[in-house]
């Protein structure tokens, strides 16, 4: 079977920056859309950033101009470069990668990355 492989995720303070990485294997999974979800303790879980196999891009409006959202060429992996973090960003960061015109909850989803802000 097919699985998203998350990393990346780490503690930082705040205004610093990671990058997380998403590999998908398998040809089970579908990964014309590639994104990112986030769920912070007590919180939905919410979008941060999706792209399309042809590179349309949407990202949630609480990340616009800190984070970017890239796939590889070869289309099986996807980033998320994190700047100017603030400590509202603490959440568990997931991959998920789905059809065009699938809901992301039936889509594949990674087992999620930490990150923490706290200084």
């Known amino acids: 079977q097919g699985q998203l492989v998350e990393s990346g995720g780490g503690l930082v303070q705040p205004g610093g920056s990671l990058r997380l990485s998403c590999v998908a294997s398998?040809?089970?999974?579908?990964?014309?859309?590639m994104g990112w979800y986030r769920q912070a303790p007590g919180k939905e879980r919410e979008l941060v950033a999706s792209?399309?196999?042809?590179?349309?891009?949407v990202y949630a409006d609480f990340v616009k101009g800190r984070f970017t959202i890239s796939r590889e060429g070869v289309e099986n992996t996807v980033w998320l470069q994190m700047n100017s973090l603030q400590f509202e960003d603490t959440a568990v960061y997931y991959c998920?990668?789905?059809?065009?015109?699938?809901?992301?909850?039936?889509?594949?989803w990674g087992q999620g990355t930490q990150v923490i802000v706290s200084s």
């Open positions: 998920v990668a789905k059809g065009l015109r699938q809901p992301a909850n039936f889509g594949s």
């Open positions: 398998g040809t089970e999974i579908n990964t014309n859309v």
């Open positions: 792209i399309t196999r042809g590179h349309k891009i």
